[in-house]
């Protein structure tokens, strides 16, 4: 799933070549993509691209005031041409769930792979009436999102923290992939209490949260939409790298399956030498 760094990276790969634009028409693949039905995606067509921006994992153009608004949730992506095909969508016979044309010829599609349809798409005209944005949390490279904002969230929270920076409603953009990165390089348990950290390893955690998202975001600039997942790949420390060595102490990089993900970690590094449980029901290293 694209995160915070990849979706900013998307972004800022949409606005260089789309603002500016006209949108032509917005075509969908899959019906079950589109979760609004007014405005309809015949609005968009012959309306100016103003802005493009993100909201957590969230991309918004800015179509003269018309929101054309999507989440690639987990086998989502977006895929640009610079010469579309000129045939139109056929629902049902493609991976490409949208199509937006752009008056120079150009635009992307968004596709989704396998069985499960989560990728979503929304046209309005506040973006605020989508209830998965109203309820985002603070951006955490926000310059308002500061060291007491995070202590504030963690306080009394109690919760483990792998869940707490995966939670959209309480920091917005952080997923599976970066929660693990920014845990190892804190060098902390996933499954420690948010509420039990003490005042230097929130620090740690924060300055760990803010440094690892940063370098990502950069590392994702400039970057063409189609290198964007490779890039996140080859830049993780232990997510995705379960038997590999770990960067910092050599030791192996460990994991912890559920039924729908899994989580990376170096036993090392974050929990004392001490391998987590991989079962869901066992009780965890705190």
């Not at 990276?9 to 634009?21: S, T, W």
């Not at 707490?164 to 997923?175: F, P, T, Y």
Request: proline share 5%; with cysteine.
């Amino acid at each position: 799933m694209p995160e915070l760094p990849e979706v900013q990276g998307l972004v800022d790969f949409l606005a260089e070549r789309a603002v500016g634009q006209a949108v032509v028409s917005v075509e969908l693949g899959s019906i079950s993509v589109l979760k609004t039905y007014s405005p309809a995606p015949q609005a968009l067509s012959g309306l100016m691209i103003d802005a493009i921006t993100r909201h957590g994992k969230w991309i918004d153009l800015d179509c003269s005031g018309i929101h054309l608004v999507f989440h690639l949730s987990r086998a989502g992506w977006l895929r640009w041409s610079e010469s579309l095909s000129t045939n139109p969508l056929r629902p049902g016979k493609s991976p490409i769930a949208l199509r937006v044309r752009l008056s120079d010829g150009s635009g992307f599609d968004l596709t989704e792979a396998g069985t499960k349809k989560r990728l979503a798409a929304y046209i309005v005209e506040d973006v605020s009436t989508i209830s998965q944005i109203a309820s985002l949390g603070p951006e955490p490279l926000a310059d308002s999102f500061d060291q007491e904002a995070f202590s504030a969230i963690l306080r009394g929270r109690k919760a483990q923290i792998k869940g707490v920076l995966r939670d959209q409603s309480i920091i917005a953009g952080i997923g599976n992939a970066y929660s693990d990165e920014i845990l190892h390089v804190a060098r902390l348990s996933p499954f420690a209490i948010a509420a039990s950290l003490s005042d230097d390893q929130v620090t740690t955690l924060y300055t760990a949260l803010r440094e690892t998202l940063a370098g990502a975001v950069v590392a994702a600039s400039g970057k063409p939409a189609a290198e964007l997942k490779d890039a996140k790949r080859a830049g993780m420390r232990v997510h995705g790298r379960t038997g590999e060595v770990c960067p910092e102490c050599g030791d192996v990089v460990r994991e912890v399956s559920f039924a729908d993900s899994s989580l990376q970690y170096c036993a090392t590094c974050q929990t004392g030498g001490k391998p987590l449980a991989d079962r869901r029901t066992s009780k965890f290293l705190k």
